[in-house]
């Protein structure tokens, strides 16, 4: 794996800015100008040479070792997306050997072929949708395309206002960096192959929104959350999503149920049935 030290130095740069001396034991001070840790402390908290933690920056270092970036990850209180994030860039696989396949899991199909009354969608890890059975079909509606030229998720949601209809307008921004986030991430963890520099390259030259988030250089992989979904026939319905991926995590099988004990049970029982119609009626 070759080391990227531009990523590398922006990286680094952006983590250092976002920690307090506060967060890591160190007083503030009067004379703080600039936002987050100075560079000698986080040389000081790494237990690193400054000079070799200055070129790192500038994107002029030799390789850092698995120790090194050990250390750096410690010192910027790095999470596990992150840490392996750092490693990936620096040229080195991360600590839990994560690596990426280049098969199709035939085991995310056959279980989404088996859940009949549950929303699920089969995605890659650069948002292309793969396939979603009849229930996710009714649940997000022609937003959702497994046309070739329509099927990234991520690319129509910086693209295609269309996509974005299907949720609530005031969790837009957040769902924008969640998604940037995540494909941070796979990017990193494919070593910025053909396939994921090109949908950068793409999306970064459409949309404005999405140059500003890349450049954030957040990272976080995502695993579950909770979401909303504005159905035209039903309204809001909360989902919580669970993701089940393979072990290259280059494929994900998204499963959507609704929270334990609310509402949101019926509203998904409701769409059940309406989605059966919908299927019939497109059957005679």
């Known amino acids: 794996m070759d080391m990227d030290r531009r990523e590398l130095a922006d990286f680094l740069r952006r983590c250092r800015e976002r920690i307090s001396p506060q967060d890591v034991g160190l007083s503030a001070g009067t004379r703080r100008r600039t936002p987050g840790l100075r560079r000698e402390e986080v040389v000081q908290l790494a237990g690193m040479s400054a000079d070799y933690y200055i070129r790192l920056e500038q994107a002029r270092s030799p390789q850092p070792s698995p120790q090194i970036l050990s250390s750096l990850a410690r010192a910027l209180r790095l999470s596990e997306d992150e840490r392996d994030h750092l490693y990936l860039l620096a040229g080195h696989r991360p600590p839990a050997g994560r690596q990426v396949g280049g098969h199709i899991e035939p085991g995310l199909l056959y279980l989404l072929d088996r859940l009949k009354e549950t929303p699920a969608q089969l995605i890659s890890d650069l ?16 937003v959702c395309s497994l046309r070739p030229n329509e099927s990234n998720v991520i690319e129509r949601w910086f ?15 957040q769902l924008s960096r969640v998604q940037v986030a995540d494909l941070r991430a796979a990017v990193a963890r494919r070593g910025a192959d053909a396939a994921s520099t090109e949908l950068v390259r793409r999306i970064s030259a459409a949309s404005e929104e999405f140059r500003t988030l890349w450049e954030l250089h957040e990272v976080a992989v995502r695993r579950t959350s909770r979401m909303r979904v504005s159905h035209p026939a039903i309204g809001p319905i909360n989902l919580d999503l669970q993701t089940l991926a393979t072990p290259a995590e280059d494929q994900r099988l998204l499963i959507f149920t609704p929270p334990p004990g609310t509402p949101d049970i019926n509203h998904l029982e409701l769409l059940r049935v309406i989605g059966s119609e919908q299927f019939s009626s497109a059957g005679e």
């Open 159 to 173: 693209t295609d206002p269309s996509l974005r209809a299907a949720y609530p307008a005031e969790e837009h921004d």
């Open 127 to 142: 948002g292309q949708l793969l396939a979603q059975n009849d229930m996710a079909t009714a649940l997000f509606g022609s």
